[in-house]
Structures are given as structure tokens and as C-alpha cells.
């Protein structure tokens, strides 16, 4: 646009600028759409008066850890709806789903005998297993994650050993590919025999001082071979060793349970009614189930109790919007977004009635910005409610598709799925840790991200014109291709058939 200034096209841009002005108006924000004077109320309750803090303090504290599908996790599932009952949400109820099959993490020990005897530092990645009773023991040999073929193609060196995750060279595949690749290695390792897998989140390094971070290896993954995360300084001591030519040798015993079948979770819901249109439904949340080294506050008690803070400030407000805000704590976030998949599932007939979700799930800092999940067509109408938010705090709006939480399913199903991305500088150590607890959070910035939460929520659900409806298959299937969505969706199994057919018959074009 701007090289069209300096030559005799401004005539042009001119008659353009007009025409665009005339079929579409500027988009309106809060100072112009009339939901200002509610918006204002509900910043007061949610800046001066939050709960999501107490909310905070009882999920961590009170319930604590709840891995999907836990009777922890059903304890949180209980405390979210009776949370949202006394606060005065309406249709408070759990909708149930299954998750393909459950798992315990018992003990995890791990004691290097040579060169030098002392204990490691190791937890258990989630869904994976254990080591015959009682532990055994092997040497330590190194495994390219960089070069996963020739690993897989020789895999049988690796019966009676640890194998420790490296990476070596220039990977010959995405990280993506070498993700889901990950998984066929691991069913390899575990049937030619080998102890455990050093392996963290995907071979991955330790981040954060003497911490572990367990986790998912995949979307809906269990593996029979135990797969641990150890303490970075162990780690490298063992690089260290196998470096100078020597063989590490080690004692593992790790202990975890899987259960037999698919087991029973559920999301939590419950709503506010449209004044107008309440058959129109904006869903806001975040993920209620977490991991066990913790409390499971930064991810993501945080995100439970920003849509828990937002719905009280609004209830407590007394504003009622022109369309339904109905909140939901999904579960089973962690073990492939399984919650959230459900939801657009069981909600599949009533999706064009949807206008979005809004999901919080980046950890215990700031706002920065509102990701609109792939919908360009709504970062224009977007932008002047996140400047009337100047007053709190600097927000930007761009239409990039969040893949790691809740927003991805809405996303494929070309509804905005909003994430509220964060400053988190210290997520990386709280991320699945030890250290994912209460402490690493401050009620002054939880309260001031609840509060965004509810503005955006109350301003998308009560401005005049409707949001968003869901783009056309179509649509979508450009946009995930053209954010590079479609390897990811692809290697996990996640690409609709529809999607797959609508490429059949247009193959896309640049
Ligand atoms: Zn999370």
C-alpha cells in the first residue's frame, strides 16, 4: 500500500478508500456500540473486587492435582459446578466423555551405579509404563531424535538398555513429523526390549533448575515403555559420560498403572443467559484437569479461574448480555484436548449457533494479545475493543490458530477460537513441573486477566452485530493450510475426512 503513494495511483487508493468505506463501515468499538457503560461496570467488580484468586487457592490447595479421569479430577469437576452454582450461573452440569483409557503414576527411582553411585532425578511421563517389579538394571545408550529412521531401523541394540534421548546434527524432518515419528519409536524401543526412555516432552532438555516436566507423548498415546523426564544437570552428566567414552550404567524402577478400558470425565458448564438471543452462544474457559508433580495452579488453574472470575464479575455487574456466554472447564486438555474435541461433538448440531470460544492456558503472566484462531475476517472488528482496553493494559489482536490448547478444536471448526496469549517468562518452568504451584502466581495479575477475560467475553456476546459465524469447510481448510496447521492435524490423525476430500477435489492452489 504504501509504494502506491508516491506515483499517480492516488487517485486511485482514493476511489478504493471510498468504495470500501461505503460496504464497509469502520468497525465499531466499546466508546461507539453501546456496551460501554456495562463494560465499565464489570471492570469495576472484576479489578476491585475479583474472586478468581480464591478461586485459585481452592483448586490448588483444596483439590490439588487432577490428571483426567482421577478421582481427583472428578473431586474438580464437582468443585467447579458448585462453584458456579453459588455464584449463580445458569444450566449448571457436567457433560460426560469418555477418555480411551485412564492411567496412575506410582514410583519413579532411578540410581546411577557407574562411575559413580548416587541417585537421578527422574518422574514419569504420563501414559506410559513401568519396569518389570522391583527395577532393573542396564547401560545408558544414546538415541538420536534427529535421525528417528535409522533409531527405529535399529532398534534391537537397544534390548536390556536406558535409552537417553540426543539430539545430534541437523534433524531431517519437522518437528512436527519427528513428534508423531517419536511414537512409533517408542512402541519400537519398548517391543525390542529396552528399560525406559530418557525422554522428556519429545527428547527435549529439562528446563528450570533440578526439574522434571511429565506430559503427554501425543494425542491420546500410551506406550508399555517407561518414558521419564529427568533433572537437566543428570542429564547432561550422563552426556557428559557416554562424551568421553564411557558407559554410564543404571538402576530404573518405575512404576505406573494403566486402567484396562476407557474411563468416565466430563466438562463443566454453565451459563448467562441471552437477554436476545441466547440460542447465539459464545463459549469462554479453560482447562480444569492438570498434571500430578503439583498443584496444577499455572496450567491451568489459571485459566479455570480467570472463566470462573470473569463469569462472577459479570453476574455481580448485574449486566445481562444481548447473547449467551456459557462457560466451560474442559478436562482431558492434557492428554490430546480431548475435552474440547468432545464438546464440538456433542455440540455439533448446534455449532452455527456458535460465535466462538475464548481460552486462557499460556501460563501465570499478562495478556498480551487476543489470537483470533484463524478468522482474518474478525481482526479489524476486534481491534477497537482490545484499544479500548488501553486503560488496563496494551493488548495485541492478530489471527494466528493456537494448536496447544482448547481454541484448536474450534478452530478446525472454523469458529474463532480466541486464545489470550500471555507474557509467561517463567512458564517454561512451571510448565508440568514440580513447581506448578500457588507461588508462582500473583492475584494482581490473575485478577487483571480475569477481567479481560469478561470484558471480551461480555463485549463479543452483547455488541450489536453478531461476532462470527463459522466459515464454510472450505474456508477452513485454506486457512489451516495456510497457517500450517494441516502437518500436525495430519500426523496425529486429526484431519476431518471432510478436510481430506475438499483437498481431493481442489488441491490447493497458491
Ligand atoms: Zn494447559
Not at 113 to 120: D, W
Not at 122 to 144: F, K, L, Q, R
Not at 332 to 353: I, M, P, R, T, W
Not at 390 to 411: C, M, Q, W, Y
Given at each position: 500500500m504504501r509504494k502506491l503513494f508516491g506515483g499517480i495511483a492516488v487517485t486511485v487508493l482514493v476511489a478504493a478508500l471510498a468504495v470500501r468505506a461505503e460496504n464497509k463501515p469502520a468497525a465499531k468499538g466499546p466508546n461507539d456500540d ?335 494479545a487476543f489470537?483470533l484462531?484463524?478468522r482474518d475476517d474478525l481482526v479489524d472488528i476486534f481491534k477497537p475493543f482490545a484499544a479500548a482496553?488501553a486503560?488496563?493494559?496494551d493488548v495485541n489482536v492478530d489471527d494466528k ?64 452485530e ?9 474456508k477452513?481448510?485454506k486457512m489451516?493450510?495456510g ?26 492452489s497458491n
Amino acid at each position: 500500500m504504501r509504494k502506491l503513494f508516491g506515483g499517480i495511483a492516488v487517485t486511485v487508493l482514493v476511489a478504493a478508500l471510498a468504495v470500501r468505506a461505503e460496504n464497509k463501515p469502520a468497525a465499531k468499538g466499546p466508546n461507539d456500540d453501546g456496551t460501554k457503560p456495562a463494560l465499565i461496570k464489570i471492570a469495576g467488580e472484576g479489578m476491585l473486587d475479583s474472586h478468581a484468586f480464591q478461586y485459585l487457592t481452592e483448586l490448588s490447595d483444596d483439590v490439588g492435582a487432577r490428571v483426567t479421569g482421577s478421582p481427583q479430577a472428578q473431586k474438580a469437576i464437582e468443585w467447579g459446578q458448585a462453584k458456579m452454582r453459588a455464584m449463580g450461573l445458569e444450566n449448571v452440569h457436567a457433560e460426560k466423555w469418555q477418555l480411551w483409557r485412564g492411567w496412575t503414576r506410582g514410583t519413579a527411582q532411578a540410581d546411577l551405579l557407574t562411575p559413580i553411585h548416587r541417585p537421578l532425578h527422574i518422574d514419569a511421563m504420563g501414559w506410559t509404563g513401568s519396569t518389570p517389579a522391583g527395577g532393573a538394571e542396564g547401560d545408558v545408550v544414546e538415541v538420536n531424535m534427529f535421525d528417528l529412521d535409522n533409531e527405529i531401523k535399529n532398534v534391537s541394540r537397544l534390548a536390556g538398555k536406558v535409552a537417553l534421548v540426543v539430539t545430534q546434527g541437523e534433524p531431517k524432518k519437522s518437528f512436527i513429523q519427528l513428534f508423531a515419528q517419536f511414537g512409533d519409536f517408542l512402541r519400537a524401543a519398548g517391543k525390542a526390549g529396552a528399560i525406559a526412555v530418557i525422554g522428556g516432552q519429545g527428547g527435549g532438555k529439562a528446563q528450570g533448575m533440578n526439574l522434571t516436566h511429565t506430559g503427554i507423548l501425543g494425542f491420546d498415546a500410551d506406550f508399555a515403555v517407561p518414558v521419564v523426564s529427568m533433572t537437566a544437570e543428570d542429564q547432561s552428566q550422563l552426556e557428559r559420560y557416554i562424551g568421553r567414552g564411557l558407559t554410564p550404567r543404571v538402576h530404573f524402577n518405575v512404576q505406573n498403572t494403566f486402567s484396562s478400558g476407557p474411563v468416565e470425565s466430563a466438562n463443566v458448564v454453565g451459563e448467562i443467559r441471552g437477554r436476545e438471543n441466547p440460542e447465539q452462544v459464545l463459549v469462554v474457559g479453560g482447562h480444569l484437569d492438570s498434571w500430578d508433580l503439583s498443584e496444577g495452579t499455572t496450567d491451568n488453574g489459571m485459566g479455570s479461574s480467570c472463566a470462573l472470575g470473569a463469569a462472577d464479575a459479570i453476574l455481580r455487574s448485574g449486566m445481562k448480555p444481548r447473547r449467551t456466554i456459557r462457560f466451560v472447564l474442559f478436562t482431558g486438555e492434557e492428554q490430546g484436548l480431548d475435552g474440547s474435541f468432545a464438546y464440538v461433538k456433542q455440540h455439533q448440531a448446534e455449532l452455527a449457533n456458535h460465535l466462538g470460544s475464548l481460552i486462557l492456558d499460556n501460563g501465570q503472566g499478562p495478556v498480551k494479545a487476543f489470537q483470533l484462531g484463524g478468522r482474518d475476517d474478525l481482526v479489524d472488528i476486534f481491534k477497537p475493543f482490545a484499544a479500548a482496553l488501553a486503560d488496563i493494559r496494551d493488548v495485541n489482536v492478530d489471527d494466528k490458530v493456537e494448536d496447544g490448547t482448547d481454541t484448536l478444536p474450534f478452530s478446525v471448526a472454523g469458529l474463532p477460537g480466541i486464545n489470550m496469549n500471555q507474557e509467561s517468562p517463567e512458564y517454561k518452568y512451571t510448565h508440568h513441573s514440580a513447581a506448578d504451584a500457588l507461588e508462582a502466581v500473583k492475584p494482581d495479575v490473575l485478577a487483571q486477566d480475569a477481567t479481560l477475560m469478561a470484558l471480551a467475553a461480555y463485549w463479543i456476546a452483547d455488541r450489536p452485530e453478531r461476532f462470527a459465524s463459522p466459515w464454510p469447510a472450505e474456508k477452513t481448510v485454506k486457512m489451516l493450510v495456510g497457517q500450517h496447521q494441516d502437518a500436525m492435524l495430519k500426523a496425529f490423525g486429526l484431519w476431518p475426512k471432510a478436510f481430506a476430500d475438499i483437498e481431493k477435489r481442489e488441491p490447493p492452489s497458491n
